[in-house]
């Protein structure tokens, strides 16, 4: 038949896919027959047993013929699934899943992903790999947006499956950034009725490698510590097979106080013959140049009440003391018959302004203690967990006693966490402890502030032999100094927990 087939006959048969090699033209003593592109024009009949036979026998122009021989094929039905697909997990960038596709050529198979105009987008697979060849299953693992559910569907020509929608399990949670501290942080978790008993915090440096993590559980709430100040880390947490999304967080730094060890000098403003206001470094103000710039060459126009010393717990330190001073000639009060100084003030050192002159009614106020007409504190981001210092006290009043106060605001000028004590009278440096405690949810810091005084109540500033001591009580006041109690400050320290 094809020897002596015409060309409209042979076209046909082409069409139909069959390739034939030495049957047309001129004919040759070895022949071809390839149905493999036959197979896809056999049509699948539903209900039918789909088997296709073709019967062929090869004759000689005389009498001679081979046996006929049989070739079978069974069609299967063109089929498009998807199969296996798994969890798909919060912040998630890549869906996995498998495919059974029983036509010749995986490469025609198209992906699409719905987006929020409610319109498909054809979407580039990461990876496709066979599972098995046998079965016709490939595996695919296509890009998808990081958090939301994802719907998407695969097609090949006339045949596109189901849109299949994928949904996250997520557990709700967040870090509250007023929670981070320097060395600990929180989880609270967020769904309806679900309690942090049971759960599982993990940490990471960098969002891929997740390490177990202990967690102080109450309420919703995962409490934990033990982290690195300023530091960049990646939490989430799980709970009954339900995982969190990735809580990403930087905990504040462990910031010091300027020159907190005292180490650095102090300078004098002004002339050392007149007066010697010593003024500290980094912000620490001192009532020194109220009483030191009344001019004249007397020891109590020129004496600060707060000066460097080497008598310290560690290299330097600073001795603020209650001092006596006058005002140019006028160094006595009561118009100058009772041979004692015309003021008297308590030491000061403190993060803030320094006082240059007197305020009026100073001596009435509550106490004189206070700096309420000072700048206080300074610009300051951390959150510290206490902070100590060491000192020692000499009182001339035994009953006098040394003050220290610490507090630190928000950016809204609330004071969000506060400690002050008094100070005995100690003949060695002792380290004290403040503990500073903030409310759950407790603002950031803008402004802290530390402040020391050598006198804590107004009634040991009184003008007597038990609360000063200087020539001026019984000896050449002109040229003395009058000195109360005595405070020695040294390394003030912010510890971060």
Same mark, same amino acid.
């Given at each position: 038949?094809?020897?002596?087939?015409?060309?409209?006959?042979?076209?046909?048969?082409?069409?139909?896919?069959?390739?034939?090699?030495?049957?047309?033209?001129?004919?040759?003593?070895?022949?071809?027959?390839?149905?493999?592109?036959?197979?896809?024009?056999?049509?699948?009949?539903?209900?039918?047993?789909?088997?296709?036979?073709?019967?062929?026998?090869?004759?000689?122009?005389?009498?001679?013929?081979?046996?006929?021989?049989?070739?079978?094929?069974?069609?299967?039905?063109?089929?498009?699934?998807?199969?296996?697909?798994?969890?798909?997990?919060?912040?998630?960038?890549?869906?996995?899943?498998?495919?059974?596709?029983?036509?010749?050529?995986?490469?025609?198979?198209?992906?699409?992903?719905?987006?929020?105009?409610?319109?498909?987008?054809?979407?580039?697979?990461?990876?496709?790999?066979?599972?098995?060849?046998?079965?016709?299953?490939?595996?695919?693992?296509?890009?998808?947006?990081?958090?939301?559910?994802?719907?998407?569907?695969?097609?090949?020509?006339?045949?596109?499956?189901?849109?299949?929608?994928?949904?996250?399990?997520?557990?709700?949670?967040?870090?509250?950034?007023?929670?981070?501290?320097?060395?600990?942080?929180?989880?609270?978790?967020?769904?309806?009725?679900?309690?942090?008993?049971?759960?599982?915090?993990?940490?990471?440096?960098?969002?891929?490698?997740?390490?177990?993590?202990?967690?102080t559980?109450?309420?919703?709430?995962?409490?934990?510590?033990?982290?690195?100040?300023?530091?960049?880390?990646?939490?989430?947490?799980?709970?009954?097979?339900?995982?969190?999304?990735?809580l *990403?967080?930087?905990?504040?730094?462990?910031?010091?106080?300027?020159?907190?060890?005292?180490?650095?000098?102090?300078?004098?403003?002004?002339?050392?013959s007149?007066?010697?206001?010593?003024?500290?470094a980094?912000?620490?103000?001192?009532?020194?140049?109220?009483?030191?710039?009344?001019?004249?060459?007397?020891?109590?126009?020129?004496?600060?009440?707060?000066?460097?010393?080497?008598?310290?717990?560690?290299?330097?330190?600073?001795?603020?003391?209650?001092?006596?001073?006058?005002?140019?000639?006028?160094?006595?009060?009561?118009?100058? *018959?009772?041979?004692?100084?015309?003021?008297?003030?308590?030491?000061?050192?403190?993060?803030?302004?320094?006082?240059?002159?007197?305020?009026?009614?100073?001596?009435?106020?509550?106490g004189?203690?206070?700096?309420?007409d000072?700048?206080?504190?300074?610009?300051?981001?951390?959150?510290?967990?206490?902070?100590?210092?060491? #000192?020692?006290?000499?009182?001339?009043?035994s009953?006098?006693?040394?003050?220290?106060?610490?507090?630190v605001?928000?950016?809204?000028?609330n004071?969000?966490?506060?400690?002050?004590?008094?100070?005995?009278a100690?003949?060695?440096?002792?380290?004290?402890?403040?503990?500073?405690? #903030?409310a759950?949810?407790?603002?950031?810091?803008?402004?802290?502030?530390?402040?020391?005084?050598?006198?804590?109540?107004?009634?040991?500033?009184?003008?007597?032999?038990?609360?000063?001591?200087?020539?001026?009580?019984?000896?050449?006041?002109?040229?003395?100094? #009058?000195?109360?109690?005595?405070?020695?400050?040294?390394?003030?320290?912010?510890?971060?927990?």
């Amino acid at each position: 038949d094809f020897a002596t087939a015409g060309a409209a006959t042979l076209a046909k048969l082409r069409e139909l896919g069959l390739q034939f090699h030495g049957l047309e033209g001129k004919l040759t003593q070895m022949a071809l027959l390839d149905f493999s592109n036959v197979i896809s024009h056999i049509a699948y009949v539903e209900g039918g047993d789909n088997v296709t036979e073709i019967n062929f026998v090869a004759k000689d122009k005389v009498t001679k013929a081979s046996e006929p021989a049989s070739l079978k094929v069974a069609i299967e039905k063109l089929a498009l699934d998807i199969v296996n697909i798994e969890t798909l997990e919060p912040d998630q960038t890549e869906l996995t899943f498998d495919v059974s596709y029983n036509g010749a050529n995986f490469d025609n198979v198209k992906f699409e992903v719905r987006n929020e105009r409610n319109t498909w987008d054809a979407v580039k697979p990461v990876s496709i790999a066979p599972v098995s060849r046998a079965a016709s299953v490939y595996r695919v693992v296509l890009p998808v947006a990081a958090d939301g559910n994802v719907v998407f569907r695969v097609s090949c020509g006339s045949l596109t499956t189901e849109a299949i929608t994928v949904s996250r399990n997520i557990l709700g949670a967040e870090i509250n950034e007023n929670d981070v501290y320097a060395r600990r942080a929180a989880v609270n978790l967020t769904d309806a009725g679900v309690v942090a008993d049971g759960a599982q915090l993990f940490l990471s440096p960098d969002g891929v490698s997740f390490t177990p993590t202990a967690a102080t559980v109450s309420g919703t709430t995962l409490s934990f510590d033990g982290l690195t100040p300023g530091t960049s880390y990646v939490a989430r947490v799980e709970k009954d097979g339900v995982r969190s999304k990735k809580l *990403s967080f930087t905990t504040e730094a462990s910031t010091q106080l300027p020159n907190g060890n005292m180490e650095k000098d102090a300078t004098i403003n002004g002339s050392a013959s007149n007066w010697q206001n010593y003024v500290f470094a980094d912000g620490w103000g001192t009532n020194n140049a109220m009483t030191t710039s009344q001019g004249g060459d007397f020891a109590y126009t020129r004496i600060s009440g707060t000066i460097p010393t080497n008598d310290a717990h560690d290299g330097k330190a600073v001795l603020v003391r209650t001092v006596g001073w006058g005002s140019g000639n006028t160094a006595m009060g009561n118009g100058g *018959s009772s041979g004692k100084t015309k003021y008297t003030d308590t030491g000061l050192l403190h993060l803030g302004g320094t006082r240059t002159t007197r305020p009026d009614g100073y001596d009435n106020r509550e106490g004189a203690l206070t700096t309420d007409d000072l700048e206080c504190g300074i610009e300051f981001a951390s959150r510290p967990a206490s902070v100590s210092f060491w #000192y020692k006290y000499s009182a001339k009043n035994s009953s006098d006693k040394g003050y220290a106060e610490v507090w630190v605001k928000d950016a809204s000028g609330n004071t969000i966490s506060g400690n002050v004590v008094n100070l005995d009278a100690v003949g060695t440096y002792t380290q004290i402890f403040l503990p500073l405690t #903030y409310a759950e949810g407790a603002s950031k810091a803008a402004k802290i502030y530390v402040k020391f005084l050598s006198t804590y109540d107004r009634s040991f500033l009184e003008k007597s032999d038990a609360n000063f001591s200087g020539p001026g009580f019984g000896g050449n006041w002109g040229k003395g100094t #009058y000195v109360g109690s005595e405070l020695y400050i040294d390394d003030v320290v912010l510890n971060y927990n």
